[in-house]
């Protein structure tokens, strides 16, 4: 198994624009959660989610949107980017209540 | 509000010294902690979790609820310890995760 897999890896947005990013679960894993990650400071939880439920989610606008697919992959939405959306944004998936496994991360670009 | 303190940015230490990475965390109830671990060009993974109780790569961390710390230690660092390490804490279920900012250790031969 190759692990937690994201794409695209890097991506360079101008502000005003949405991005979509993707995320594959490590086989048999139903839970996906959504981390960005600002340089110089730990991960942000944003999103969970369990058997394509919403089950959690952080401090963020709503132009932040997430959903799962029925194969568990998970897609992250932000619309109307600005530059502050700049940032590493990490998947994790888990089993359920479990330990997380952490994808490489896709790296947006706002200008 | 639930909250993770890593107060050092940076840790330099030589090969074969003792290693203490801080963290402190603000939780009402009985916390989990997790310390996880970033070797460089690698994805963050996790390096042990208080509940385990385990010792991995030789590092320890003891929950302290009087101090609530969860101080992560190492009698003797490698060079292949270099890496960012971070101190973590569920928030209502094991995956929502509060993250310290992170302490980058750096162990120099």
């Known amino acids: 198994d190759a692990g937690v897999t994201q794409s695209p890896t890097h991506l360079i947005k101008t502000r005003g624009q949405h991005v979509t990013l993707r995320c594959s679960p490590i086989?048999?894993?139903?839970?996906v959660s959504w981390y960005q990650q600002v340089l110089g400071q730990g991960p942000q939880f944003i999103f969970q989610y369990y058997e394509k439920e919403e089950r959690g989610r952080g401090n963020f606008p709503d132009r932040f949107s997430a959903r799962q697919f029925p194969n568990y992959s998970s897609e992250l939405n932000v619309n109307a980017l600005l530059l502050g959306d700049s940032a590493l944004y990490l998947c994790?998936?888990?089993?359920?209540?479990?330990?997380?496994?952490f994808g490489p991360g896709t790296r947006l670009t706002v200008l | 509000a639930q909250r993770v303190t890593q107060p050092e940015k940076l840790l330099s230490v030589f090969k074969g010294a003792p290693v203490e990475l801080k963290c402190n965390y603000s939780y009402s109830g009985s916390p989990e902690l997790f310390w996880y671990v970033q070797y460089s060009r690698q994805r963050l993974q996790l390096l042990l979790r208080h509940i385990s109780r385990e010792s991995i790569k030789g590092f320890t961390a003891d929950l302290n609820k009087g101090e609530t710390s969860f101080h992560l230690k190492k009698p003797f660092a490698q060079e292949e310890d270099s890496a960012m390490y971070y101190c973590?804490?569920?928030?209502?279920?094991?995956?929502?995760?509060?993250f310290g900012a992170g302490t980058r250790l750096a162990v120099h031969p």
């Open positions: 973590a804490l569920p928030s209502g279920g094991y995956n929502k995760l509060i």
């Open positions: 994790a998936s888990s089993q359920g209540a479990d330990t997380q496994y």
């Open positions: 086989s048999g894993h139903k839970s």
